[in-house]
């Protein structure tokens, strides 16, 4: 088990950048198995300018994010799985998405993600996100390498 990977590890892993990395630090890391993370939900946020003005919620689609973002931390993390070459590793599916409370400013959301199956370039994985310690949306989600073109 590995703990406490900043920021600078989570954005050699992930080839997002700002306003789309959501990942703020990775709390615990079982490879091959599962991964939990945190996002700081900031009023900051750009997405608070248009949801909602003068009600901010942190839109359900972008805990999804997380969760995804999650997912690839948890596969780059784990080397026996990461396919050979170039790839861009993409959120393909997402069933059973619920959203049980409203995620907002000053909240800290931790996000847990468990590996439920891995084939060549696909993954699933169960994920559930969390302030406090209350479940505020879970979703399965399901991954996959896409092998970019080698440049000629």
Known sequence: MS???????????????????LVDRILELNVGTSIQVVKNITVDEPCFQGHFPGIPIFPGVLILEVMAQASGLLVFKSPE??????????????????????????????????LLRMRQNCASFDATARVDGEVVASARIMCMFKELPSEA
């Open 3 to 21: 703990e406490g990977f900043d920021i600078q590890e989570i954005q050699r892993l992930l080839p997002h950048r700002y306003p789309f990395l």
């Open 81 to 114: 799985s990461y396919p050979k070459g170039d790839n861009l590793y993409m959120l393909v599916g997402i069933d059973k998405a619920r959203f049980k409370k409203t995620v907002v400013p000053g909240d800290r959301l931790t996000v847990d993600v468990k």
